[in-house]
C-alpha cells in the first residue's frame, strides 16, 4: 500500500487528537508503516491497531493522552528504578509508560521471550511485530490450548526466561498472553518493573497467582509454590 497522504490522515481526526496524529506521521514518515488498517483493541488505556508496512502487518499500540488513569499509572511506574525522578504531569507519565513497554519488550527479547518485537517507539506511540497470520493471534482467555500441559511448560519457560532477564511482568495473566499457533506470545509488557524495584515481589507474586489461577481452571494439579520453584 501506498503512504497515506494528508486527506487520508484526516480520517483519524475524530479518533485521534492532532499530537498524536502527528507522531503517527511522523514514525510513518520515517518508513515504520504506511498507514493503519484496522482496530484490534480498544482498551482502558490504549487503542491498538494493524498497520500496513509494504506487503507486511504491523501493530500499532497508542496510548490514549486523555487517559484518566494516569494516576494509577504513576503510582506503578515511580516505584520503578529507571523512571524514578517522573514528575507528575499526564503527558510525561504516559509518554513514560510507552517508552517503558518498549524498554520492557527489548529486555525480556534478548533473553529469548516469545514476544512481539519491538520496532519503534515516539510519544505516546508504540510500534511491534503483529502476531497472528492473517488475524491477530487471539488472547489466551478465548482460546484455551489444546495440549494443557505443553503450553503450561511453554508459559513457565517465558515466565522464567522473565525473570532472568531481570524483569517482572506485573499484568500476566489469559488476557496478556496470546496463543499464537498453540505457542504462547507474552505481550502488554507496561507494567513490568525491574525485579530490583520495591515493589517488583508483589508484581511477581500476582503473575504466578494468574497463571496458577488459569492453568488450576484447565485441570492441571499446579500450585504457587511449585511454580515459583520452577521458576528458580
Ligand atoms: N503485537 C500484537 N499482535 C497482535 N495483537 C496484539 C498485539 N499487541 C496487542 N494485541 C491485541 O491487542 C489487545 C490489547 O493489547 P494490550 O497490549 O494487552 O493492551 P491493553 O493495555 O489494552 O490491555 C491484546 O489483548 C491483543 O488482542
Ligand atoms: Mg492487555
Not at 509518554?95 to 518485537?117: D, S, T
Not at 491477530?136 to 489444546?146: H, I, S
Not at 517465558?158 to 505481550?187: R, W
Amino acid at each position: 500500500m501506498a503512504k497515506k497522504t494528508k486527506e487520508e490522515w484526516k480520517v483519524f481526526e475524530n479518533v485521534f487528537d492532532q499530537f498524536t496524529i502527528r507522531t503517527l506521521q511522523s514514525l510513518s514518515g520515517k518508513g515504520h508503516f504506511d498507514g493503519l488498517k484496522s482496530p484490534i483493541s480498544l482498551g482502558k488505556e490504549a487503542n491498538v491497531f494493524t498497520a500496513e508496512k509494504g506487503d507486511d502487518l504491523v501493530c500499532v499500540k497508542i496510548y490514549r493522552l486523555e487517559s484518566t488513569n494516569f494516576n494509577a499509572m504513576y503510582k506503578y511506574i515511580r516505584n520503578d528504578l529507571r523512571f524514578e525522578g517522573l514528575s507528575h504531569q499526564r503527558r510525561k507519565i504516559i509518554f513514560a509508560w510507552c517508552q517503558r513497554e518498549y524498554r520492557n519488550m527489548m529486555l525480556v527479547r534478548e533473553a529469548g521471550v516469545n514476544c512481539p518485537k519491538p520496532i519503534a517507539f515516539a510519544n505516546n506511540v508504540l510500534l511491534m511485530e503483529f502476531i497472528g497470520d492473517e488475524m491477530p493471534a487471539p488472547m489466551l482467555k478465548d482460546a484455551p490450548p489444546r495440549d494443557v500441559k505443553k503450553f503450561y511448560d511453554a508459559v513457565i519457560d517465558n515466565m522464567k526466561k522473565t525473570k532472568k532477564a531481570g524483569l517482572a511482568h506485573g499484568d500476566l495473566s489469559e488476557y496478556n498472553i496470546l496463543n499464537h499457533n498453540e505457542e504462547p506470545v507474552f505481550i502488554d509488557f507496561s507494567h513490568g518493573t525491574l525485579l530490583k524495584s520495591p515493589n517488583a515481589d508483589e508484581l511477581l507474586e500476582r503473575d504466578v497467582k494468574n497463571i496458577c489461577r488459569y492453568f488450576k481452571k484447565l485441570g492441571l494439579d499446579v500450585t504457587e509454590e511449585k511454580i515459583k520453584k520452577s521458576l528458580v
